[in-house]
Nanobody
Framework: QVQLVESGGGLVPPGGSLRLSCAAS????????MRWYRQPPGNKRELVAT???????EYADSVKGRITISRDNAKNTMWLQMDSLKPEDTAVYYC????????????????WGQGTQVTVSS
């Protein structure tokens, strides 16, 4: 099967930086779009950024100019570079990927990581 594993979360003061990673592994044939979501305390999960397989990116208005999404298709890995962090960026961050497995290359499935906590506080 397929697994997505996030890493890189932690506690950082306002204005600080963090870099999150998401590594996909398993019986992967191809990965289409990859996304980062976040769920702030007491709120719904929200889309932060998207990157397609050809590198096209989109960002939520709340993070534009502060956050950069990137990926390495050869390594099946995605990153989220977060700079100028604010307390309102505090959330559990989840990676998501649309993946076709070698067992069924015609079926694109939706896969999620387990989440990594980001806390922005002094």
């Amino acid at each position: 099967q397929v697994q997505l594993v996030e890493s890189g979360g932690g506690l950082v003061p306002p204005g600080g930086s963090l870099r999150l990673s998401c590594a996909a592994s398993g019986n992967i044939y191809t990965i289409n779009a990859m996304r980062w979501y976040r769920q702030p305390p007491g709120n719904k999960r929200e889309l932060v950024a998207t990157i397609t397989s050809d590198g096209t990116t989109e960002y939520a208005d709340s993070v534009k100019g502060r956050i950069t999404i990137s990926r390495d298709n050869a390594k099946n890995t995605m990153w989220l570079q977060m700079d100028s962090l604010k307390p309102e960026d505090t959330a559990v961050y989840y990676c998501n990927a649309r993946i076709a497995t070698k067992a069924n290359i015609g079926l694109i499935g939706d896969y999620w990581g387990q989440g990594t906590q980001v806390t922005v506080s002094s």
